[in-house]
């Protein structure tokens, strides 16, 4: 979703209202097949579906629904105080963007209330924090699985570029695992700027790239780090690199370019807490 | 491919005389629409395409084509003694899967010939060598990440169940990004008993598992290691377990279950280096 059309609508609104309170409840939408589609439109409601997905869903107190399908044998991952659809395991898929493995349960759901970065970090004690900064990492696959090591890894915000970041969808939310609805996801406008914030608040900030100054452990610190990663092929934007303090590289064999950037984050999110630990 | 549709035929012959051999030069195959499909049937022949994996497949004198397809702008990427079709981009990808990003070249492949274990682990000199086994891992973007970080970190082999891994496949190659034509990829019948014959040329087995015994670092061994992962999911069978010298785990948040399989290898691989390094 860009931040063009966040804006006017009441979509935005502030960060806070969207707190446990759920909207549009008086005008429930009617199921509709125009809803098969795993990003829908402009207002970002999507289809989020498998196990481990709709139950870190369920379990969000900031996640908003709008229709939840199940099967039989999924009904009881629902609390009791929603109400699921039980359809068959044919019926949901057909709602779902082809080759969706969805496990029995589906939720109709809208993007997470926006974030605000400092909001967001004062929540974890400063001095071991972790800030996951992606550069324009646009592909779900790759996004998903950094979250979900971010998640594993206790990382305090994951920080993506509001028009050049995957949107909220079901195949994020799949490769996340669940971690979409655990790890803080903070979209801001302009990395750069970000940056600079993070520094003001103290961080340490990292960047990784192939041909980074120092190693990993060199360029590693005891206090709040923020690791800054690069777009798959591209890399690392320049001006984005100019604001960190200092650029790392993982060591690896010449006879391959470069490590895959959602393995590459996991072998850095893993060195950073032996380092601290 | 599995072991029965392997032995007969002649697309299994002796692993050397594939070396270096072309074969069925004497009828090539004339373009055919229904070759449009990323894993055509039991001879495993299929298309690889993508700058990276295609490079990476060309340099490779184990691999044999049956049709090299670029377009203007990547003729340069094949060597002078072959002889690309030169199509525009469109007409490339109608002869692949849909959805293929071939990046201007594409390669009609046969898979790579089969690989002995004992032989090919005996390339390296004992003392460092890393050995990865995969207890069924059937997702092929799992794997093909695999395979990129194996190669990025030097393994020696990477070992894969016959008849529970992804045939070779564009979607395998891409997202192995050339790792595929790079890292040893030795596919066995049994992994209990591939696990014997790791432990009778002395490599210390280490199982990784969310619930493994000991963390990685603990049971990290200074010699030759083989390391086995295990499925999405299921994780590593019990008999397969049971084969190792010791159980491992990677240290991660109780707010997320476990990591990527993918995920979990590459901060493994480091580590291990890590330790011997």
Not at 82 to 104: C, F, K, M, N, Y
Not at 226 to 232: I, P, Q
Not at 240 to 252: F, G, L, M, Q
Request: charged share 25%.
């Amino acid at each position: 979703m860009s931040p063009k059309e966040r804006k006017p609508g009441p979509k935005v609104a502030g960060r806070k209202e969207h707190f446990g309170r759920p909207r549009q409840r008086d005008a429930p939408r009617p199921p509709e097949r125009r809803e098969r589609s795993d990003q829908a439109g402009s207002s970002g409601r999507f289809w989020l579906y498998g196990t481990h997905a709709a139950k870190a869903a369920l379990a969000n107190p900031r996640r908003k629904f709008h229709r939840i399908l199940v099967t039989e044998r999924t009904r009881d991952l629902v609390p009791a105080n929603l109400s699921p659809e039980t359809l068959p395991p044919d019926a949901i898929s057909r709602l779902l963007p082809q080759a969706s493995v969805h496990q029995g349960i589906a939720l109709l759901c809208d993007p997470l209330p926006a974030l605000n970065l400092e909001d967001t970090v004062g929540l974890k004690p400063p001095g071991g924090r972790l800030v996951v900064v992606l550069d324009q990492v646009t592909d779900p696959h790759n996004e998903g699985a950094i979250l979900r090591s971010a998640a594993a890894f206790g990382a305090a915000a994951v920080v993506v570029q509001d028009r050049h970041a995957p949107p909220e969808s079901g195949v994020l939310a799949k490769a996340a695992s669940g971690a979409l609805d655990v790890v803080p996801r903070v979209a801001v406008v302009n990395i750069a700027r970000t940056l600079e914030r993070l520094g003001r608040l103290g961080f340490w900030r990292i960047a990784l790239a192939s041909d980074g100054d120092t190693t990993l452990s060199e360029a590693a610190a005891k206090g709040d780090v923020a690791l800054v990663l690069g777009a798959e092929g591209a890399g690392l934007r320049r001006l984005v690199r100019e604001h960190c303090d200092v650029s790392a590289h993982i060591a690896i064999a010449d006879s391959i370019g470069s490590l895959n950037v959602s393995n590459a984050a996991a072998i850095a999110f893993y060195e950073l807490r032996r380092i601290k630990g």
